[in-house]
């Protein structure tokens, strides 16, 4: 799935890892199996209920690394990503938090995914990771040479973080990462996971990205109940807390909560 096949007012599910092996929270009794019968089951969940991709995440890793996450976490991303790309019948994608996008790449190249999401891709965020700095320099270039046909979609003011300086306006946030960072979409989220974009900068955004050719994707807060209306200005949604049972990000997909968005979504369509 290109950045420009991407269908219009897509659903883009979100399977969120449980902690892999390195990480504090692992459960070490269950092991890899364990983290990979967990993921087949929210991707199988996802494809059935009518997503139109995935997106592979290690949300359970946390305390994240900033950029460089180990090698064993690669391996066993690659091998997870692989296993859902089997599994279901949509496009996968492939983020590596906080911000390694050289391994989603690597991942996604490895794996035939789709697309990888960057969440600093250029300029500078504060998190609780510290400073994450934007590589669309090596990134891009490493995509080159893998030779890799991946989409790169880069957040634009991404949650769980702050500005390092004054913020950047998020019209020209966008002309940055697609004119100077050569993103393939652009994402716009609330302030956290699973909390609400607000309107005026999905506005911006989506505007902006109009102009600059690329599809614009929201990534956080979306609901049955709002998909309809976000979508008539987005491009596409990424969803995961409200797809979960009981609407607990943690939680395991619920199907019927997927099929709900989604033919929310498809009214739009």
Do not use: I
């Amino acid at each position: 799935m290109s950045a420009q096949t991407l269908p219009e007012n897509a659903v883009v599910g979100m399977v969120h890892l449980d902690p892999l092996p390195g990480a504090p929270k692992h459960d070490a009794a269950g092991g890899l199996d364990a983290v990979r019968d967990a993921a087949l089951d929210d991707a199988a969940a996802l494809d059935a209920g009518g997503v139109d991709a995935v997106v592979v995440e290690n949300f359970g890793d946390a305390p994240f690394y900033p950029d460089d996450v180990p090698k064993h976490t690669v391996a066993s991303m690659t091998t997870l990503v692989d296993a859902v790309a089997r599994e279901v019948s949509v496009p996968v994608g492939v983020n590596v938090l906080r911000n390694d996008a050289e391994a989603a790449l690597a991942v996604a190249a490895a794996t035939d995914a789709s697309f990888v999401r960057v969440n600093v891709h250029v300029g500078a965020r504060v998190t609780d990771q510290g400073v994450v700095t934007g590589r669309a320099h090596e990134t891009m270039r490493l995509r080159d040479r893998l030779d890799a046909d991946v989409a790169v979609f880069a957040d634009v003011g991404v949650k769980h973080s702050a500005p390092l300086g004054p913020e950047t306006p998020l019209k020209t946030a966008v002309e940055e990462v697609v004119g100077r960072g050569l993103a393939d979409g652009v994402v716009v989220s609330g302030p956290g996971t699973g909390a609400p974009t607000d309107d005026s900068d999905l506005y911006t955004v989506a505007r902006a990205a109009r102009e600059a050719g690329v599809p614009a994707l929201v990534g956080s807060g979306v609901t049955a109940e709002t998909v309809a209306e976000t979508l008539d200005r987005a491009d596409g949604v990424v969803v995961g807390t409200a797809l979960k049972e009981g609407g607990e990000t943690t939680a395991p997909v619920s199907e019927s909560r997927v099929r709900a968005v989604v033919e929310a979504a498809r009214g739009s369509r």
